[in-house]
């Protein structure tokens, strides 16, 4: 029987509903951050820089593209004979067929992949944070105390602690209490979603709990472990974290990348990460173009200027555009004269000449304010906008829009037009 110490169990199946169009048509760990990787690059690196050679990607929501990005994970170097990286998708069972209804139930659901490799240890993590984390050192915490479970957990601001998971610590680290998103939080200290398990405390609690509808670790797996007298740890962790989980923070992270000093490295020779690169041509900066403080992404042609701002792969900037504190993904064509400002433009986007994004005073958006609230234009993948036309701050668009959709060359503040077959 194949034996490994630790695997991993990545969770990638989210549709991640609060960056609105941006993931009408993809899984939020596929979409493309910092001009060259995929936000579910950043777990896999760090499961390959931590010596985990076994990883189990769990997939649900929109996987093609998630699916063709790991491929058999040649450039995490997980394509092995013995372990490697494997996509766990939802699959018919005799008597019934279910899709995942929740994070521990996925995990559940491929107990016979754990089983094959009869680990030690399970760690559990999340597919949509920008973080690095050396998991071994994780590990030798867990070991050191003889832990059942150990939750990474941070210290947040206490007024925006009720959005997380809470720890309440004694004074060797062990979880004396554990809220999950409480009103009035008694700690500071959140958990991040990454769990190392010992196998049998977890492989018994997936089978006790496997009856309770939509089954997740921070609401039913770890009361019951502490319920039951499980030795739970919370392992401090004071590096760079971001949960991408809404357009604000999205963008906040990719503009944190082009600081003067970055907080967020990407250029580290010891904890690279890995991704699934085309192979393109070089970026090309014509004569008179203006580029500054910014990532340009291989095979992007610059005509215009670009200011404090995250290209991609294979944009087009046009002669006379100026592009601001935008993120413009892979594909993308922006016409001659525009301007761009504070814009999320996805992949493979035709923006007509003269076209002005951002312009003009704030509004509440009239569609989703709780997904669209951060000042930001954005703009779903394959979607055209029309040369001449005016947008406002804080709208989203998705499709191929018409002349017809703008009354009067104009999309107000707060607007919005999605096409048929699109979704938030």
Known sequence: MIKKEMIAMLLAGGQGSRLGVLTSQVAKPAVAFGGKYRIIDFPLSNCINSGVDTVGVLTQYQPLRLNTHIGIGIPWDLDRNVGGVTILSPYEKI??????????????????????????????????????????????????????????????????????????????????????????????????????????????????????????FGKHIIPYCFENGGRIFAYEYNGYWKDVGTLGSYWEANMELIDIIPVFNLYEEFWRIYTKSDTLPPQYIAAGAKVERSIIGEGTEVYGEVYNSVIGPGVVVGEGTVVRDSIIMQGTTIGKGAQVYKAIIAENVEIGDN???????????????????????TIGENSYVPANVTVGKNVAISGKTEESDYPNGRLESGEYIIKAGETR
């Not at 209804?101 to 949509?128: F, H, K, R, W």
């Not at 998971?165 to 004694?170: F, M």
């Open 355 to 377: 076209v002005a994004l951002g312009v003009g005073e704030y509004a509440p958006s009239k569609y989703d304010p709780k997904v669209y609230a951060f000042d930001l234009v």
């Open 95 to 216: 008597g019934n067929s279910e899709w995942y209804s929740g994070t521990a139930n996925a995990i559940y659901q491929n107990l016979t992949y754990m089983e094959q490799y009869n680990p030690e240890y399970v760690l559990i993590l999340s597919g949509d944070h920008i973080y690095k984390m050396d998991y071994e050192v994780m590990l030798e915490y867990h070991k050191a105390n003889n832990a059942d479970i150990t939750i990474a957990a941070m210290p947040v601001p206490i007024e925006e602690a009720s959005r997380f998971g809470i720890v309440v610590t004694d004074e060797n680290d062990r979880i004396i209490e554990f809220e999950e998103k409480p009103k009035n939080p008694k700690s500071n200290l959140a958990s991040m979603g990454i769990y190392i398990f010992s196998w049998k405390v977890l492989k018994e609690a997936l089978i006790k709990m496997s009856d309770v509808s939509g089954c997740d």
